[in-house]
């Protein structure tokens, strides 16, 4: 059985619109129709199939079951049989297994919310509206066992179809639910989305594919990532919807439109303004030389993860405020991001800085260091016999200490001097200058030469 998207939604009144020109948009005066994607049952002989959800079953065996309506579109007071199909993963039937049944939303009532599936992995209840009026009933069924489950949108109308009707309903939390009071919510920030359905049915209640359906709004700001968007065989045309942080409107409206029938049905959106939900602090270092600087940066984001609009205001403060200066208080991102400068005052130890903005902040601490003397190696220059190692002294500086030599005809113990004060001895090889250089922490470099000469002859 081919698995196809369910088309889900759980508004209780949508409202369509029928008009012959853009500009006539408007709100009916008569009582709409509810209508939704009716697919006829491939195995049952009529009816429209949901989309089979699976969990590992009975003793780790993948379990499916898939939910179907004998009809999805009806008038009120008639009756809706709903069908579950319960198979394990080779497709073979599941019998003597109980579904449950449960009326998500919608003014509805089910026969029976239990019934055990018979020889054929198939489990029947009876669905009825409880208002005269026309709704729309969200359905569930799953299985106790396995936790496999579908569901399934059907419709009960007060009265029946004399023209095309397009249903445009929102997703704005991404759940693959349509229609519910979160999904008519977006923020101002070019990156949150709401995915937009327009269904097209036509004058027999059936969805209808390749019509270009096109969308619009009352606001400048809104961008669509589909314009048209075609029909599939669901009578679905897709698309994506953003809204620029310029966006100062606190409610917008969306429509879809059919241009050859002049159907058409329209939305209210609830805009939000960005709201800030992070600010992350970074400096180029974290210990610097009394009087010396380091680059800061701070970045703020929004809820949902975006950068903020530019010109938000960043601001920076430093405590103890005697350990160093900000050279902007305050500045306005760009990308979301603002940099500065901190220097470090005369006073040695830890530092914090802090950034906020917009109720959000973060912190950094920088440690300040003492100047360093300058480095050097004692003695800068000394003479030893061939074989003799002679030991050098390091001051100043920042240590580790790197020591090397220009020549390879000469050895060096230890290469590497952890402290300040600390040694190293020079042994060469041939008769010959060595001259030792010696690098530390932040490459600041001293030298010291090493003349090698030829060992006395004994008498």
């Not at 009716?38 to 199939?49: H, P």
């Not at 198979?87 to 297994?97: E, I, M």
């Not at 600390?422 to 250089?437: R, Y």
């Amino acid at each position: 059985m081919e698995k196809v998207r369910n088309w889900k939604m759980v508004r209780k009144y949508p409202r369509f619109f029928k008009t012959e020109t853009m500009a006539s948009i408007a709100y009916s005066a008569l009582l709409v129709i509810l209508f939704g994607l009716l697919l006829m049952l491939s195995s049952c002989g009529g009816g429209g199939a949901g989309s089979a959800d699976t969990s590992e079953g009975i003793g780790g065996v993948t379990t499916n079951l898939s939910l179907y309506a004998d009809k999805m579109v009806t008038k009120t007071g008639n009756t809706i049989t709903l069908q579950a199909s319960l198979y394990d993963g080779n497709g073979k039937p599941l019998s003597g297994k109980d579904v449950y049944f449960d009326v998500l939303s919608g003014y509805a009532i089910l026969s029976n919310s239990l019934a055990k599936t018979d020889s054929k992995g198939i489990a029947n209840v009876d669905l009825n509206s409880t208002s005269i009026n026309s709704t729309v009933v969200v359905i569930k069924a799953f299985s106790n066992n396995s936790q496999a489950q579908d569901s399934k949108t059907v419709y009960f109308v007060n009265t029946m179809a004399i023209q095309p009707s397009l249903y445009l309903v929102p997703d704005g939390d991404n759940d693959g639910i349509y229609g519910e009071s979160s999904d008519y919510t977006i923020v101002a920030d070019g990156k949150d989305t709401i995915e937009l359905n327009a269904v097209y049915l036509d004058i027999t209640e059936q969805p209808e594919a390749g019509r270009a359906i096109y969308f619009g709004s009352d606001s400048e700001e809104v961008y669509f990532s589909k314009n048209p968007a075609i029909t599939d065989f669901e009578g679905s045309a897709y698309t994506t919807m953003t809204v620029s942080e310029l966006s100062g409107k606190e409610m917008i409206t969306v429509y879809a439109y059919d241009y050859k029938t002049g159907t058409a049905d329209i939305i209210s959106i609830n805009v939000m303004p960005v709201t800030a939900g992070s600010l992350y602090l970074t400096s180029s270092l974290y210990s610097v030389e009394a009087g010396k600087n380091t680059n800061i940066k701070a970045c703020v984001f929004s809820e949902t993860g975006s950068p903020m609009p530019d010109v938000t205001i960043i601001r920076y403060y430093v405590y103890p405020y005697y350990m160093g200066s900000i050279e902007e208080l305050y500045g306005y991102t760009y990308d979301g991001c603002h940099s500065t400068v901190f220097t470090a005052g005369d006073i040695t130890g830890d530092v914090t800085i802090t950034a906020s903005s917009e109720g959000v902040s973060d912190s950094i601490a920088i440690t300040v260091t003492k100047v360093p003397a300058q480095l050097q190696v004692t003695p800068s220059s000394a003479t030893t016999p061939v074989g003799i190692p002679f030991t050098f002294v390091i001051t100043g500086g920042t240590p580790p200490y790197i020591v090397t030599t220009d020549t390879s005809s000469a050895t060096v113990s230890p290469s590497t001097v952890a402290q300040e004060g600390g040694t190293f001895a020079v042994m060469g090889f041939v008769a010959e200058t060595v001259t030792i250089t010696v690098i530390d922490a932040n490459s600041k470099t001293a030298s010291a030469t090493l003349n090698v000469v030829e060992s006395p002859e004994e008498e």
